[in-house]
């Protein structure tokens, strides 16, 4: 009895101990194949410290590859706590390379975590102070690479790039709009460390980042420089509140140039205020656009055919009652009796009621609701506005009249280019865009190109040709002279806006633009000129803005390559009007030579010698007579 009952007890403890054997082999098993990677992973993390390499934002280049928005490389301090012996002595050292407080560089390398960046005063640091750092020698204190974003043209385009932040975040513009494209894949230098932060002999792990996506595009930098000197130009001489130019591409909807004043330098955006950072004039601004919007009503005519440019007419007695209301024209006693080709290069006030009239309510405002009047644009830029318009129940006779030459609605710049661009391209209305292309940043190879939008075809190309004539002849024979260009073929509309405040309108105030084009015949780009109320000028946006656009347009012609015509519509000149002359070449020539040939200019000399090595401005630039040459002699 009592040798059975100790064999069975063994029987039983043998058992259990294979149940139990065999467990062991099961979870050993189970963990060396099954749960390897999960608990490799986790012991992994309590021992890997990873040490934050930032990687490049995506580089932003013009149309033809000119870098825009770059990266420069600057280093910033970080600290792992648990490698620091003498806490207080590193805090002492640090802040006094770094000139800041002591007991908040303690704060950082006694915290309570595995890595601890210095921010924001160990950021972007000079490489002077770099050195002093790293001559330390302390355990625990180290210093990574990383990018600064740099913009090479400083206020160029500042409003359209925007800027980043401390962190390479962007915050406006092309950077914030597309900043998930430019943000690229950060990496790290993983490493090993015990319980208490100390550096084990392990094999290092390197994962380099990778830059983001560069962006291509519309822009052409050598014509956006052009408007940013004509726009200087303009605060120089007139002082205004605001001044803005922008230029498009009527056949794609491509942003070729756009900046506006006052503006900011992206590299230092700290040192402006909000307001001017964030209002990029061009698409943000609304405003009564005056008579650069007789262009949609005058298309609207032409394409319903209420009107015919050459033979109805119009007796302009220098006002017109509209429902009791008196709605005068800009020029004292009228204009007579006019084509209606007339009423367009006069800008008659009282001419464009009638023409509305022709309309009416509901067919008129339908034109504008085709042109994109009243809503964004969908330009791949943040922060555009959509205007203000009439609503349709509500609009009376008054209402429609005012609304024909461009009075009583809101909109703004971005909108006027991309309606008049439908008006003269054909009738077709686009998508305005800026980025043209994603390229890949190692390579440059492309990833994918943007094609142009087209929305909707508001008129026909037969009206839209009748359009380009009136806005062409607005440039040879009516307001818009001062735009005109020898032996190219230029459209245009001159606008004096009055603006309005708290309801009112402000005596003496008003917005001066002009709307180019050219050629006049088959457009490649439109120019749009707004300046805000300018000092000690006469306030038409004849005078003021046509000339700046002129300026734009001719430089427009030697970048775009636009070849000269001698089909279009001659100027008739009056004594009042400056006549331009293409500047013959007189490099080499003697300084007799020079005079002679340049004697109806004024000249002035520089330089010591007999041969004339350089002349601004150049050969071949229309300039107006009696404007100064300068001749260098050598």
């Known amino acids: 009895m009592f040798f059975s009952t100790i064999h069975e007890r063994i029987r039983f403890i043998f058992i259990v101990s294979v149940i139990i054997l065999i467990a062991i082999i099961i979870k050993v098993f189970y963990i060396q194949v099954f749960a390897y990677d999960k608990l490799s992973s986790l012991a992994e993390s309590l021992w890997s410290r990873e040490l934050p390499i930032k990687a490049d934002r995506g580089e932003i280049v013009d149309r033809n590859g000119e870098v825009l928005a770059t990266n420069v490389t600057t280093v910033s301090l970080v600290v792992v706590p648990g490698q620091i012996d003498d806490a207080e002595a590193v805090a002492r050292d640090l802040s006094d390379i770094l000139g800041t407080d002591y007991q908040d560089m303690l704060k950082h390398v006694t915290k309570s975590t595995s890595i601890e960046r210095v921010h924001p005063e160990g950021r972007g640091l000079d490489y002077d102070i770099a050195e002093k750092i790293d001559a330390l020698g302390y355990d625990g204190v180290y210093l990574l690479k990383e990018s600064k974003r740099y913009y090479p043209y400083g206020i160029v385009l500042s409003h359209v790039l925007g800027y980043v932040g401390i962190d390479n975040q962007g915050l406006s513009g092309i950077e ?136 109805d007419t119009f007796t302009d007695t220098g006002s017109i009652n509209v429902d009791g209301s008196t709605i005068h024209c800009w020029k004292a006693g009228g204009h007579g009796t006019q084509t209606m080709l007339e009423v367009v290069e006069n800008s008659c006030n009282p001419g464009f009621v009638r023409i509305g009239q022709t309309l009416g309510v509901e067919t008129l405002m339908s034109y504008i609701d085709a042109y994109g009047f009243g809503d964004k644009t969908g330009i791949d830029l943040n922060g555009e506005s959509t205007g203000i318009l009439f609503d349709i129940d509500k609009m009376g006779p008054v209402e429609l009249a005012t609304t024909s030459f461009g009075q009583g609605i809101s909109v703004t710049p971005i909108q006027q280019v991309r309606a008049v661009s439908a008006a003269i391209n054909g009738g077709k209305l686009y998508t305005p865009y800026i980025v043209g292309a994603f390229l890949e940043s190692e390579t440059d190879s492309l990833i994918e190109k943007i094609e142009p939008e087209m929305t909707r075809e508001v008129i026909s190309e037969e009206t839209s040709s009748l ?168």
């Not at 656009?549 to 400056?578: C, F, H, Q």
């Open 467 to 634: 359009v380009r004539y009136a806005l062409e002849s607005v440039v040879a024979n009516g307001s818009g002279k001062n735009a005109y260009i020898e032996n190219y073929r230029v459209g245009g509309k001159t606008g004096t806006a009055q603006k309005v405040e708290n309801g009112s309108y402000l005596d003496g105030n008003y917005i001066l633009s002009f709307m180019g084009f050219l050629p006049a015949d088959d457009p490649e780009i439109v120019v749009y000129v707004a300046i805000d109320n300018p000092k000690g000028v006469t306030q038409y946006g004849g005078v003021v803005s046509a000339p700046i656009a002129r300026n734009v347009m001719l430089s427009a012609i030697d970048i775009l390559e636009i070849e000269p015509s001698k089909e279009g519509m001659a100027k008739e000149y009056t004594w009042l009007d400056k006549k331009y002359s293409i500047l013959p070449n007189v490099v080499g020539m003697s300084k007799e030579e020079a005079t002679k040939t340049l004697k109806n200019f004024k000249i002035e000399y520089s330089g010591n010698g007999d041969t004339v090595i350089y002349m601004s401005p150049k050969e071949g630039y229309y300039v107006a007579e009696g404007e100064t040459i300068m001749l260098m002699l050598g």
């Open 176 to 311: 914030l709009y597309y900043d998930e494209y430019l943000t690229g894949a950060d990496g790290a230098i993983k490493y090993f460390s015990d319980g208490k932060g100390n550096k084990l002999e392990l094999t290092e792990v390197y994962e380099a980042p990778t830059s983001g996506i560069t962006l291509e595009l519309t822009i052409d930098i050598d014509l956006q420089l052009a408007i940013e000197n004509e726009l200087d130009n303009a605060v120089s001489k007139y002082n205004p509140e605001q001044a803005m130019i922008l230029a498009m591409d009527p056949d794609t909807g491509e942003i070729l140039a756009m900046a506006s004043r006052p503006t900011f330098d992206s590299n230092n955006y700290g040192d402006y205020t909000t307001e001017i950072i964030n209002r990029n004039l061009p698409i943000w601004m609304t405003y009564e656009p005056g008579s650069t919007f007789k262009i949609i009503t005058l298309s609207a005519a032409l394409e319903e055919q209420t009107i015919n440019l050459f033979e």
